[in-house]
């Protein structure tokens, strides 16, 4: 049995983390807040779990203000802790973060009154101390982070630019004190896995918070009990999500298509091709056993979609070799091995296509709007009743992917975290996902919690 897995995203037993907020630099996605006062400026802790979704850009994930101090990404996927005050404090990572599958966690701890450099500044990602380039950490140097003035999620402060493609979770401020690791995860005593920690109780200091994201109406809520809430700039609700670092969901991968064809938005859901060439994407997901579904809603342009499953070799469209099977929005077709036939109705703007994907016995449904195509019902897909299905008999032998291709076309994907609003709401048999329309029994969304029990 295999699956492909994003790196340190198997669900782990134990605390879990329920949601997550989804950025997206199109819509200059921030989070905002001034401390009414400055408080301790050279010991702090910063620590949040990370999912990227673009790659090689300068990204701020945390900025303090005066000195400009920020946390980023930067264009060669570098992590840096910079202040922007000559030859006081530069901090780079030699690891790279360039993967857009699994979620990171990253440990920021701060004491600048150390005599010791080396330990002025300690970088850790998913639990382990990371090889660092100190430029600079001059002792007692006073940051930013922690001073008054507007810091930011999501941007630079004294400039709207190097807005964040990317899901943040469990982000923390401990204002005054250097931690460990420790004290925000731990490792897996079965699977080695680092995964996140119950971080409530922890003492965070007068400027310190704690964003959990768990009310949607109010993305920006402090629950460490000191109120530091934070000023949401243009994040709705729809941006809270259930992709997790204990619930990791399948996205679009952004580095499995040609260069410079497809464009990627709102958390690598949303699909964008205007040339007049089919181009494809794949989930970052793969799979070889099980049953999954998933949705895709068609929006603005030629209809020119195909939507279907592929071992992840089709550069062209989806059905276009033997180990792919796609349905056509446009002409109301089925494709394989370049060939094709009728199946189902043409597909519009605004029209959800469901799919659902029997990798245990080869099997593959479409339908459109709530009703299966040819005839299909919910029992016979259930049942594996395969008459009406789109393809049966299909050779599972290497992994298969969700795939999508388009010409001068657009399409929302839904792997169970919608870019889009749900007028329904619909879980999986085991409570994952929120779809517009019943998933059908024995069926489940694309996420790491399912994928390990299919393992299991």
Known sequence: MSLIIPANSASASGYAVDNSCRFNDGSSDTLSITPSSASNRRTWTWSCWVKRCTIGTYQVI?????????????????????????????????????????????????????????????IYVNGSLVDVTITYAVQNFYTGINNTGTHYIGRLNYVAVQYIDMYLSEMVLIDGTQNAVTDFGE????????????????????????LDFED??????????????FT?????????????PTNNFATLNPLAVPSGANTFSEGNLIITNSADENRTSF????????????????????????????????????GASANSYGYAGENARKWNNNSYGSYGSTASTGDIIMVAFDADNGTIWVGKNGTWF???????????????AMYSSITINDIFMMGFSMEDSNIEVNFGNAPYTISSGNADGNGYGNFEYAVPSGYLALCTANLSEVLS
């Open 62 to 122: 945390f900025v303090g203000a005066s000195p400009n101090t920020w946390i980023r990404f930067r264009d060669d996927d570098k992590l840096e802790l910079f202040a922007q005050e000559d030859y006081k404090l530069d901090v780079t990572t030699t690891m790279l973060f360039r993967d857009v599958s699994a979620w990171y966690h990253i440990c920021v701890s701060v004491d600048l009154t150390q005599g010791t450099e080396s330990n002025r500044v300690k």
């Open 216 to 229: 949607s109406a109010a993305l920006g809520d402090d629950v460490s009990g000191n109120g530091n809430d």
């Open 374 to 388: 040819d005839s299909a019902t919910q029992a016979e897909i259930e049942a594996g009743t395969t008459t009406n």
């Open 232 to 244: 949401v700039n243009n994040l709705t609700a729809i941006d809270q999500t259930t992709d997790t």
């Open 187 to 210: 490792f897996d005593e079965d699977s080695g896995i680092w995964k996140p920690i119950d971080v409530s109780g922890l003492t965070f200091g007068t400027n310190g918070f704690y």
């Open 283 to 318: 989930s970052s997901i793969g799979v070889q056993s099980g049953k999954w579904y998933f949705e895709a809603k068609f929006l603005s342009g030629e209809m020119k979609q195909y939507i279907g499953i592929s071992k992840q070799e089709t550069v062209d469209r989806i």
